[in-house]
C-alpha cells in the first residue's frame, strides 16, 4: 500500500470521529494537498435561483471568484456544472470542458476558473442523504495526473465529507429554537420552488402572513437570506 493510499484510507477511518465542522474540513484540505491539488469546494447542487453557497460544506476557492460566478450566474453554463447532471462517476475537467464548454460564455466561466488556479480537476458526483445532488471537487493549475484507483477511493471518501460537515453543523443547531409547523409548510413549499402569493394560495393565508412566517423562521435559524433559511432549515433536520 503506497503512502497516498494510506493517506486518504486513515483519513477515512477519522470522518466520523470529528465533533466540530471546521476541523474536518481543514484536514480535508490538507488531504487534497498532499495529492496533488491546490483548490476543492464540496457543495449540494442548487436549484435554479439558489445560491449554492448555502449549500456549500467547504472551499478554498477565492472569495472573489465566488461572488462574481454566483453574481453572473454561471451555474447554469459552467461546463463543470452541467457535466455534473449528467455523470454519476468522477470526470475530469478538461473532458468535461472538451463536451460542454462550447459556447463563448462558457469559455469565459473556464478562463475564470482558470485565472484561479482551477485549470483542471476531478469532481466526484454523488447523492447526499436526502437525495439531493452534490459534487466534491479538487482542483489544480496544471493537468490532472492521479492513479486510478485513488479516484476510486476518493469517490467513497467524498460523500462522507459531505454527509459528516452538515451532520455537525445541524448539531451545532439544536439548541435553535424550533420551527413551528406552519414555518416548515412554508419552507417546504419554498423549497419545492413556490412563489409567495403561490404559497399564500396552497395554505389559504395572506400574503403578509406567509412573509411573517418566513421572517420568524429566519430568525430562528440565524438565516441571511431565504436561500440561507432554507438551506439552515435543510440541514438541521427540519424541513
Known amino acids: 500500500m503506497n503512502a497516498s493510499v494510506e493517506r486518504i484510507l486513515a483519513f477515512g477511518e477519522c470522518i466520523a470521529g470529528f ?3 471546521e476541523p474536518l474540513i481543514d484536514q480535508f484540505r490538507i488531504l487534497v494537498q498532499s495529492l496533488g491539488f491546490s483548490r476543492f469546494i464540496i457543495s449540494g447542487l442548487p436549484w435554479e435561483g439558489f445560491d449554492f453557497r448555502h449549500l456549500m460544506a467547504g472551499s478554498n476557492v477565492p472569495e472573489d471568484w465566488l461572488e462574481v460566478y454566483v453574481d453572473n450566474d454561471y451555474l447554469r453554463d459552467d461546463a463543470i456544472a452541467r457535466a455534473a ?10 473532458a468535461a470542458k472538451r463536451k460542454f464548454a462550447i459556447s463563448a460564455r462558457a469559455l469565459e466561466i473556464a478562463e475564470g476558473w482558470e485565472a484561479h488556479g482551477c485549470r483542471d480537476g476531478i469532481t466526484f458526483p454523488f447523492l447526499d442523504p436526502h437525495n439531493r445532488m452534490a459534487v466534491a471537487s479538487i482542483m489544480t493549475d496544471r493537468k490532472v495526473a492521479i492513479a486510478p484507483h485513488l479516484v476510486i477511493i476518493l469517490q467513497g471518501i467524498m460523500p462522507m465529507v459531505y454527509d459528516r460537515f452538515w451532520q455537525l453543523e445541524a448539531g451545532k443547531r439544536e439548541q435553535l429554537a424550533q420551527l413551528s409547523g406552519r414555518e416548515v409548510e412554508v419552507l417546504k413549499l419554498v423549497s419545492g420552488g413556490k412563489r409567495l402569493h403561490e404559497i399564500a394560495a396552497i395554505l389559504n393565508v395572506s400574503f403578509s402572513t406567509v412573509r411573517h412566517h418566513l421572517r420568524t423562521a429566519s430568525e430562528k435559524l440565524g438565516g441571511t437570506s431565504l436561500p440561507h433559511t432554507v438551506a439552515a432549515a435543510i440541514f438541521s433536520r427540519q424541513i
Not at 85 to 94: D, G, K, M
Open 85 to 94: 447532471l449528467v455523470n454519476t462517476a468522477p470526470f475530469t475537467w478538461q
Open 19 to 21: 465533533s466540530e465542522p
